[in-house]
């Protein structure tokens, strides 16, 4: 069965770090692209970063630009986000997916969602003092 499991979520105080892990079981995540999604209460699911694997492609949105990196670790089958920074509209629930057509994120299309055949369920992450 395939499966992707995110974690690493909670609550943090503005300015706070967390760091999110998504795991994939059933399957490899070897070359493919992987992306981080969020979803914010009564907004629309929006694409947060993603990363390829023959090319090391990566893509930040521009409000997380400079604040979070994603990085994956293929011998664990892992992808992470690490995002530090964190300000109250990061409040959302991070969903990871893979893209099984694609291993690059560099096209401008590459974070279409509907491309994305795989998802986890989410991670809350709320970020409030």
């Known amino acids: 069965q395939v499966q992707l499991v995110e974690s690493g979520g909670g609550l943090v105080q503005p300015g706070g770090s967390l760091r999110l892990t998504c795991a994939a079981a059933g399957f490899t995540l070897d070359y493919y692209a992987i992306g981080w999604f969020r979803q914010a209460p009564g907004k629309e699911r929006e694409a947060v970063s993603g990363?390829?694997?023959?090319?090391?492609?990566?893509y930040y949105a521009d409000s997380v630009k400079g604040r979070f990196t994603i990085s994956r670790d293929n011998a664990k089958n892992t992808v992470y986000l690490q995002m530090n920074s964190l300000q109250p509209e990061d409040t959302a629930v991070y969903y990871c997916?893979?893209?099984?057509?694609?291993?690059?994120?560099?096209?401008?299309?590459?974070?279409?969602?509907?491309?994305?055949?795989?998802w986890g369920r989410g991670t809350q992450v709320t970020v409030s003092s």
């Open positions: 997916a893979a893209n099984t057509m694609r291993s690059s994120v560099a096209a401008a299309q590459a974070m279409t969602q509907h491309e994305y055949n795989y």
């Open positions: 990363i390829g694997y023959s090319d090391h492609s990566t």
